[in-house]
Nanobody, 115 residues
Framework: QVQLVESGGGLVQPGGSLRLSCAASGVINSMYAMGWYRQAPGKQRELVALISRGGSTNYADSMKGRVTISRDNAKNTVYLQMNSLKPEDTAVYYC?????????WGQGTQVTVSS
């Protein structure tokens, strides 16, 4: 059983940066990909970024150039570095682990971008 715990969210001013972390209780190499998703109030959950087991990355168009996803297999942790944050980036950010058997979700971490 894999458990995912996000951290690093908070309140940041427009133009600021945050780094989110997703710590897995299991081995993330058992996942063929890890991802970050977000859900704003009244909106559907959407993809922010994905990273494969081999390190290939994929980003949502709205976030390209402003976010970087990375993974540290030794620490079983996935990161999301977010820069140049905008008020419309305000959302709950979720970590997701994708395996052939099932997907795993974390509980989410709130990111609020406001002056």
């Amino acid at each position: 059983q894999v458990q995912l715990v996000e951290s690093g969210g908070g309140l940041v001013q427009p133009g600021g940066s945050l780094r989110l972390s997703c710590a897995a209780s299991g081995v993330i190499n058992s996942m063929y990909a890890m991802g970050w998703y977000r859900q704003a109030p009244g909106k559907q959950r959407e993809l922010v970024a994905l990273i494969s087991r081999g390190g290939s990355t994929n980003y949502a168009d709205s976030m390209k150039g402003r976010v970087t996803i990375s993974r540290d297999n030794a620490k079983n942790t996935v990161y999301l570095q977010m820069n140049s944050l905008k008020p419309e980036d305000t959302a709950v950010y979720y970590c997701k682990g994708l395996s052939t058997a099932r997907d795993y979700w974390g509980q989410g971490t709130q990111v609020t971008v406001s002056s």
